[in-house]
């Protein structure tokens, strides 16, 4: 283990900007395609694009504000004392692999990582479970750090208060070794986008790396029939099974006639009123044209067409 920054003066600008030196904690399970919230093309764009401001949302506010609480509140369950690191740190022989710890418990080869988490996600940390994408960030942050073990304190707004012990698992510790350096080497040196999720998220960060074609241009393909024709067939089967849900839709629809709902065979169904209030942007452009040319917003986009050649 070795520092590769401290982190007491650093703004939080630079500190966004040293993390594009290696995979952190919270991108290992990303590379490993196992966290719900992200994705190895989004791990791939946050390290070869210059843009930080996508690093932040609400949610990761929230969670930087009451980490010291969280912290705080570790010491108070456990008896533990624990201290900042103040540091980002990288691992000698896998200089890929950064950490910046929440917490290291004094008198422990460990360290603590807080969490903060909405009461809907609570389930996930019943009867002693741990997330997975969590479980994988405290073993890469055990790998750098040579640890034995890494706590995990959680928030749950409005619920609860829960800690885990995670003990370290070498062979997990080995596949991760494997997996972000492949991924650094094969991806990130080489600029090469990783395998797609189909992800929501996927296609919006792609969208943003290739916001523009160029007009006129035609690359020749090959390589895609199996593809292009799978999706045929997916498009074909999406359709029917479309269909057939709208069909069933319709006969509750029938059922219901001018009732709001219905209750029985262990569902409830509903058919309310609904009222929308929305702007006649025909009859606007129509009668107001130049207020309406004012108020118009062009939106830059791609769009995906497979026809037969």
């Known amino acids: 283990m070795k520092k590769l920054v401290s982190t007491r003066n650093l703004s939080r600008e630079e500190w966004l900007k040293y993390r594009k030196n290696g995979i952190g904690g919270s991108d290992a399970a990303a590379v490993c395609g196992l966290n719900p919230y992200s994705s190895p093309i989004k791990v791939y764009y946050d390290k070869t694009t210059d843009e930080t401001s996508s690093y932040d949302n609400e949610a990761m506010r929230q969670g930087r504000d009451l980490e010291g609480y969280v912290a705080e509140r570790f010491m108070e369950e456990t008896g533990l004392k624990v201290r900042r690191a ?38 996930q940390w019943e009867d002693g479970k741990i997330p997975i994408h969590y479980q994988i960030q405290c073993h890469h942050y055990m790998s750098v750090f040579q640890a034995e073990a890494w706590y995990i304190a959680a928030l749950i707004f409005g619920k609860g208060f829960v800690v885990r012990k995670i003990q370290r698992d070498d062979q997990v510790i ?65 359709s029917k099974m479309e269909t057939e849900k709208k069909q069933i839709e319709q006969e509750l629809k029938l059922f219901l006639g001018d009732a709001e709902a219905a209750e029985g ?34 939106i830059h986009s791609r769009r995906l067409t497979v026809k037969a050649a």
């Open 265 to 298: 065979d262990g569902y409830r169904i509903s058919w309310k009123n609904v009222d929308t209030s929305r702007i006649d942007s025909e009859r606007l452009k129509r009668e107001q044209p130049e207020i309406y040319a004012g108020f118009q917003k062009i």
């Open 86 to 123: 103040n540091a980002i740190f990288y691992d000698e022989a896998y200089p890929v692999m950064l950490a910046d710890a929440d917490r290291l418990v004094v008198g422990e080869n460990a360290g603590l990582e807080c969490k903060t988490v909405s009461p809907y996600s609570s389930g």
């Open 174 to 238: 080995r596949d991760l070794r494997r997996i972000e350096m492949d991924f650094w080497e094969n991806h990130i040196r080489k600029k090469v986008f990783p395998e797609p999720d189909g992800s929501e998220l996927s296609d919006k960060l792609i969208l943003q790396r290739f916001g523009r074609a160029e007009k006129g241009t035609v690359l020749p393909m090959s390589g895609f029939s199996e593809k292009l024709e799978r999706r045929e067939e997916l498009s074909a089967l999406i």
